[in-house]
C-alpha cells in the first residue's frame, strides 16, 4: 500500500508537469507543445511501460485498500460505546475509504474523458498530430453545457486527493519504516506541503481555462 502509493505521488508530479503547459504555454505554440507532450506520452516506449506500471499501481492500491478496510472492521465488528475519532487520528486519515472511493470515481470519469478519447476517440488532428489540447479547452469551455459542472467537479475531486495525500504521504513513510523523531517532523511537513501544492496547481488549471474562454 505504501510503496504503491508513494509511487503515484511520483505521477502526480510527472503528470502536474504536462498539464501546466496549458496555463504557461497559450495559443499556437502551447497547442501544439501540449499535443507533443500528449503524443510523447502514448508513444515513447519506456513512458508505456511506466503508463502500464501506474495502472497496475492504481489497481493494487485499490483492491489493497479495500482489503485493509474489510480487515480493520472484521477485526472489530462492534463499534465502541463511545469513540472519539478526532481524539486520536485526524479525519483524513480516519476517511481514507471514502476518500480514496472519490478518487477512483473521478479517475474513471478522467480517464474516459481523456486518455479514452486520446487511444480510441475520433478527435480532430492539428500539424499531424492529435489535437487533445482542442479536446481539453472545449472540456472546460463556458461553451460546453456542462463545462463548470467538469470545472466543479475537478476542483472537488482535488480537495479529495488533497486530503488522502495530507494522511497518505507521511504515512506511507511511516509504513515503510521511516519514522525517527528528527526526521518525521519534516516528513509531516512536506507530507502536508505536497498535499496542499500538488491538488491546488491541478484545481487551478481547469479554472483558468474556463476563465480565459468566458
Not at 152 to 172: D, E, K, W
Amino acid at each position: 500500500m505504501a510503496l504503491t502509493g508513494l509511487f503515484l505521488c511520483l505521477f502526480l508530479v510527472g503528470h502536474l508537469a504536462g498539464n501546466l503547459q496549458l496555463i504557461f504555454i497559450t495559443g499556437e505554440e502551447g497547442q501544439q507543445a501540449f499535443n507533443e507532450y500528449a503524443q510523447f506520452m502514448t508513444t515513447f516506449p519506456l513512458v508505456k511501460i511506466l503508463s502500464y506500471l501506474t495502472y497496475a499501481s492504481v489497481l493494487f492500491h485499490v483492491v489493497d485498500g479495500i482489503v485493509l478496510t474489510m480487515q480493520n472492521r472484521k477485526a472489530r465488528p462492534v463499534g465502541y460505546v463511545k469513540e472519539n475519532g478526532a481524539a486520536n487520528a485526524k479525519w483524513a486519515s480516519r476517511n481514507m475509504g471514502i476518500l480514496g472511493t472519490i478518487i477512483l470515481v473521478f479517475l474513471v470519469s478522467h480517464m474516459q474523458s481523456f486518455w479514452y478519447t486520446m487511444h480510441f476517440g475520433d478527435i480532430p488532428m492539428h500539424n499531424g498530430l492529435k489535437d487533445l489540447h482542442t479536446v481539453v479547452l472545449q472540456f472546460f469551455s463556458p461553451e460546453n453545457s456542462l463545462g463548470l459542472v467538469a470545472v466543479v467537479g475537478y476542483v472537488l475531486a482535488q480537495m479529495a486527493v488533497a486530503f488522502h495525500l495530507s494522511h497518505g504521504v507521511q504515512s506511507g513513510f511511516q509504513s515503510l519504516g521511516v519514522r525517527h523523531a528528527k526526521y518525521t517532523p519534516i516528513i509531516e511537513l512536506s507530507g502536508m506541503g505536497f498535499a496542499l501544492l500538488v491538488p491546488t496547481l491541478f484545481a487551478i488549471i481547469p479554472i483558468f481555462l474556463y476563465i480565459t474562454q468566458l
